[in-house]
Nanobody, 121 residues
Framework: QVQLVESGGGLVQAGGSLRLSCVASGNIFRIAAMGWYRQAPGKQREWVADITSHNSINYADSVKGRFTISRDNAKNASYLEMNSLKFEDTGVYYC???????????????WGQGTQVTVSS
């Protein structure tokens, strides 16, 4: 079975930085793309950033210039470097991965359990 585990969340003051990690493990043949989402209290989950296997990267406007996504294909991992954090960045951050478990198998989206990021103002 495939499992995604996030780490690196915590409490930080506004203007500070955090680095989130996401590692996928289990039966993995190919990861097409990895991404990060977040969910603030009382709000819907929103997309933050994603990166393809060819390192094509996209960011939500709200984090552009402050967050940097990267991946390590050898480790089946993605990272989210978050700088100049704001109070409104508070939420649970989830990583996902679009991957195939076997050759010729379809690509499915898998999600981690999330890691809490709290930015104090």
């Amino acid at each position: 079975q495939v499992q995604l585990v996030e780490s690196g969340g915590g409490l930080v003051q506004a203007g500070g930085s955090l680095r989130l990690s996401c590692v996928a493990s289990g039966n993995i043949f190919r990861i097409a793309a990895m991404g990060w989402y977040r969910q603030a209290p009382g709000k819907q989950r929103e997309w933050v950033a994603d990166i393809t296997s060819h390192n094509s990267i996209n960011y939500a406007d709200s984090v552009k210039g402050r967050f940097t996504i990267s991946r390590d294909n050898a480790k089946n991992a993605s990272y989210l470097e978050m700088n100049s954090l704001k109070f409104e960045d508070t939420g649970v951050y989830y990583c996902n991965a679009d991957l195939a478990e076997q050759p010729l198998h379809p690509v499915w989206t898998y999600w981690g359990q999330g890691t809490q990021v709290t930015v104090s103002s």
